[in-house]
């Protein structure tokens, strides 16, 4: 049997995260119920030393961030479309037909309202957005989904 302190050190409880916050430069866009692709890997370069058979050395090499995909339910919310449209028609002519990258944050929030942890993402554009499927014969909640591209991300606990 494991005592608190062991448990504290194992990262104790599972924290059930029931809401994801995604905000943009400060603004929050909304709260989504998930968000897939929040993670990084390293790719690793093979070198083989003449004379060493027992082993290849394996050297870190480039990071990779996936994109990453929200879904929640369809809102009334405008922030998602206002964050979009500067980087699409009027709003990337305003720019000079210029790319400006953002800097966003993914926080998860708790059933009591918590935060539980953010990650900081850089260099943050939207690269597609899906609205709901319309069907008389569904009874399907009306979803929609974002996806973005980002540069990386750190992560912290709350109020660090």
């Not at 004379?51 to 809102?75: A, M």
């Not at 998860?108 to 957005?129: D, K």
């Amino acid at each position: 049997m494991s005592s608190p302190d062991s448990t504290r050190y194992l990262g104790g409880d599972l924290a059930l995260g029931s809401r994801f916050l995604f905000e943009v430069d400060g603004v929050e866009i909304g709260l989504f119920a998930s968000v897939v692709g929040l993670e990084v890997s390293s790719k690793f370069v093979e070198v083989v030393e003449g004379g060493q058979n027992g082993f290849v050395h394996r050297l870190p090499g480039r990071l990779e961030w996936p994109t990453i995909t929200f879904t929640r339910g369809l809102t009334d919310a405008d922030a998602l479309f206002d964050w979009m449209n500067k980087t699409a028609g009027e709003g990337f002519a305003a720019a000079g037909n210029k790319l400006v990258r953002s800097t966003g944050a993914i926080t998860a929030i708790a059933g009591n309202g918590s935060r539980l942890r953010a990650w900081s993402l850089e260099g943050v554009y939207p690269i597609r957005w899906t609205g709901p499927r319309f069907s008389t014969t569904s009874e399907d909640p009306l979803t929609e989904e974002l996806e973005i591209a980002h540069h990386g991300f750190r992560s912290s606990a709350p109020g660090r």
